[in-house]
């Protein structure tokens, strides 16, 4: 069960290397750190980054997905941080789905979705139908094999292009892993 109580957005404060992976394009982030360092919040905040970015060429839907090996580690950690992260109500996160959705004012929509999967071929094939924009995987090195890494940048390809401003824009995309 997700806690029901209301978040206050944190105070993020940039740090010195968080600034250099903000600023940085790659598709394929890994950030290494200790319990409690800023990872996951640093991971929420890349990932909003892109959405910015690609709202900004005309997109209006990114699509981000959460993953972590099992759902209990997900649940009391990387969605209580992402509560705790922008402050979200979680009346507004619908559980059945394990998704949560934000507006950007009228122009952009993020969609926020939160899997867990296991380092199994049979879980694995479950990304095969998966659009989207970016992928975070939490605590990456609970997975034995580079599979997920290699499926989700497999996957982020959604939106590719679109038409703004009467020029073709493409979207960027990313996986950002943290351990």
Not at 9 to 30: C, D, E, G, N, Q
Not at 137 to 152: R, S
């Amino acid at each position: 069960m997700i806690k029901q109580e209301k978040f206050q957005p944190i105070k993020y404060r940039v740090l010195p290397t968080w600034k250099k992976v903000h600023a940085s394009r790659a598709r394929i982030k890994y950030i290494v750190g200790s319990v409690g360092s800023g990872k996951t919040t640093g991971a929420f905040i890349d990932l909003y980054l892109l959405a910015l970015r690609n709202m900004l060429k005309g997109f209006k839907k990114s699509i981000f997905y959460v993953f972590r090996n099992s759902y209990p580690q997900l649940r009391d950690s990387t969605v209580q941080s992402f509560f705790e992260t922008f402050g979200c109500d979680p009346k507004k996160f619908n559980v059945t789905r394990m998704e949560y959705v934000m507006k950007i004012k009228k122009a952009h929509q993020i969609i926020w979705r939160f899997r867990a999967i296991e380092d199994t071929e049979k879980d694995l094939l479950k990304l095969d139908g998966y659009l989207m924009t970016g992928a975070y995987i939490d605590e990456v090195v609970n997975y034995e094999t580079p599979n997920i890494l290699h499926k989700c940048n497999l996957r982020c390809r959604w939106p590719a292009k679109t038409v703004f401003k009467g020029k073709t824009t493409y979207a960027d995309h990313e996986v950002i892993c943290t351990s």
